[in-house]
Nanobody
Framework: EVQFVESGGGLAQAGGSLRLSCAAS????????IGWWRQAPGKEREEVSC????????YYEDSVKGRFTISSDKAENTVYLQMNSLKAEDAGVYYC?????????????WGGGTQVTVSS
């Protein structure tokens, strides 16, 4: 099954930046979509961004468009989420996720999560 090593979470000021990293094993970009979901306290998890399987097209949740950028290093089976212009509402636990299928909705594998805290 897909396994993840997530890193890059931490504390940032509003307007600042963080870069999350997810190194995946037992994974291929051809067969799996990979991306990020997040969960704020008291709220349901929501999809943030996804690299779709095969064609590599990208999805962003509306609230992060223009601020977040997802990218990958296929040689290292790693996906990144560059988060700029952070807002308080971006705070929460971010999960690297893989789905056996075209997009990041469906049968999923979850990382353990990394905490993102936004001050001010």
């Amino acid at each position: 099954e897909v396994q993840f090593v997530e890193s890059g979470g931490g504390l940032a000021q509003a307007g600042g930046s963080l870069r999350l990293s997810c190194a995946a094993s037992e994974f291929s970009f051809d067969d799996y979509a990979i991306g990020w979901w997040r969960q704020a306290p008291g709220k349901e998890r929501e999809e943030v961004s996804c690299i779709r399987a095969g064609d590599g097209t990208i999805y962003y949740e509306d609230s992060v468009k223009g601020r977040f950028t997802i990218s990958s290093d296929k040689a290292e089976n790693t996906v990144y989420l560059q988060m700029n212009s952070l807002k308080a509402e971006d705070a929460g636990v971010y999960y690297c996720i893989a789905a056996y299928g075209y997009d990041c909705i469906g049968t999923t594998f979850w990382g353990g999560g990394t905490q993102v805290t936004v001050s001010s």
